[in-house]
């Protein structure tokens, strides 16, 4: 009796009255009272959060803007993997969008025949393609034949050169260039496995895991994908000789103009600065092993050569792929930096059926920045950025996802589902969500069954 006078952790409660730090709610999700008032906080503790925090409400927003459109709108989008026929027939589906620009951050497609195709349908949407490689396009033992219309390669070096070539060809754009006052710089590179720093999954105290999460290279595609000659994959040497494709592809050195631009502080510059890469340069940007069926995926994505780069851009924003998690979070640079990632039909099922949204199951290209120097707003989508405005990062809790803690550690306590995606546990609000979650939902727990069997006999 006395647990049910107090809201249980992860309740998710309707605002129906805020004086001050004294919040009056309707339980909606959750354990404890119906309806009441709470204190919000205690002691500079937060003990209820907004799921959707102001700071990302705010911004610009496309559909406002009306007859006072700005000149140039900046889209984000990346791992479109046009090898997936669903997502090949997204991309054809698109609209053409009017005064805009869009960045592609990379695993666009795995054959040159299908990133030709691909980016000739950006090229016929927006006003200007920006494009940087991903992993998937380096992959050099597969859909050889498919490429020899056009160019030959034998490793994943001659590839990079002909995808160059191609871009260079169909008028995509790899370099920094200044867009209606805009400078966009793409950053290239690759990941290497010491870029995490954060501790291997724990296991609660005084209990082991059940299985140990299988090592990056068992379940890299890349490692037997991807031929770099004397290069291991994964190592610091590889991702130091890719970081040189900058020279290469002619990203660096900057234009006399950027770096002159650049002088200034964020803020005070002529123009502002838009940077985009497929691989991530901080930690942050990445879940917690305790959320990941993966736990060693963290060892596969990101690289200190990149981030060295957009340290010394300091953009106003960074745009990212790779991952496969939509993103939007300002770290202790200042920088924004934002992820749109369309992913695999499954993994667009999960997103559908946990957001019902039809923005959601759309999933254009992301507007995120404008010739008017403004930021746009953040999206739903951005499940797992905006669960870190709601609890802390803290990489040694043994706290887990449920879907981790069936994988690795059925003994471990964890993270509710109300605080990871909050809309997920929400009921629908009207018949066209209803249909739409339905029809994702047998889809979405079909792959997370999946998920979990596939990791766990893959330790």
């Not at 008032?37 to 002691?43: A, E, G, N, V, Y």
């Not at 040159?112 to 393609?129: G, N, T, Y």
């Not at 060295?308 to 979070?329: E, N, Y």
């Not at 709601?390 to 993270?415: D, F, K, N």
């Amino acid at each position: 009796a006395q647990a049910s006078e107090r809201l249980g952790y992860g309740a998710l409660l309707e605002e129906l009255e805020l004086q001050g730090d004294r919040l009056r709610y309707r339980k909606l999700v959750g354990v404890g009272p119906d309806e009441g008032w709470i204190s919000t906080r205690l002691k500079n503790k937060d003990l209820a959060v907004r799921t959707w925090p102001d700071h990302l409400a705010c911004g610009a927003a496309l559909e406002e803007a009306g007859e006072h459109r700005p000149a140039m709108t900046f889209f984000a989008i990346s791992d479109v993997h046009v090898e997936k026929p669903e997502n090949m027939r997204w991309l054809e589906a698109l609209p053409v969008f009017q005064r805009a620009t869009v960045l592609v951050a990379g695993d666009l497609g795995v054959s040159l025949h299908q990133v030709d195709r691909a980016l000739r349908l950006f090229k016929e949407k927006f006003d200007h393609v920006f494009y940087c490689y991903g992993n998937h396009e380096t992959w050099a033992k597969v859909s050889i034949k498919a490429d020899e219309q056009i160019a030959q390669y034998s490793d994943s070096f001659e590839k990079l050169d002909a995808l160059r070539k191609l871009c260079d060809e169909l008028g995509v754009i790899t370099t920094p260039q200044l867009i209606e006052g805009v400078w966009v710089v793409p950053v290239l590179g690759w990941y290497h496995a010491d870029w995490d720093q954060e501790p291997p999954l724990q296991a609660p105290a005084g209990k082991f895991l059940d299985r140990d999460p299988p090592p990056p290279e068992r379940f890299a595609t890349d490692t037997h994908a991807c031929k770099w000659g004397s290069f291991e994959n994964g190592t610091l040497e590889l991702a130091k000789a890719l970081d040189r494709q900058n020279d290469r592809w002619g990203v660096w050195p900057l234009p006399a103009e950027l770096e002159q631009n650049l002088t200034a502080p964020r803020g005070s510059r002529r123009q502002p600065v838009i940077s985009f890469s497929h691989f991530l340069p901080r930690n942050e940007l990445m879940p917690e092993k305790r959320f990941l069926f993966q736990p060693n995926l963290a060892k596969l994505v990101g690289s200190e050569y990149i981030r060295r780069r957009v340290d010394a851009l300091q953009p106003d924003l960074h745009v990212f792929g790779h991952s496969h998690f939509p993103w939007d979070m300002t770290l202790d640079d200042g920088v924004r930096y934002r992820s749109w990632p369309l992913g695999s039909p499954e993994e667009q099922a999960r997103r559908i059926a946990s957001i019902p949204e039809e923005s959601i199951e759309k999933w254009h290209p992301l507007p995120v920045f404008d010739s008017d120097g403004r930021h746009y707003k953040s999206s739903q989508g951005c499940w797992f950025s905006l669960m870190y405005t709601r609890i802390p990062r803290e990489p040694t809790s043994c706290h887990m996802a449920s879907y981790v803690a069936l994988t690795y550690c059925q003994g471990a306590p964890t993270v509710p589902e109300t605080i990871i995606t909050p809309p997920g546990c929400l009921p629908v609000r009207d018949a066209e969500q209803h249909d739409r979650r339905e029809r994702y939902s047998g889809k979405s727990h079909n792959s997370m069954r999946r998920e979990v069997k596939n990791w766990s006999s893959a330790s």
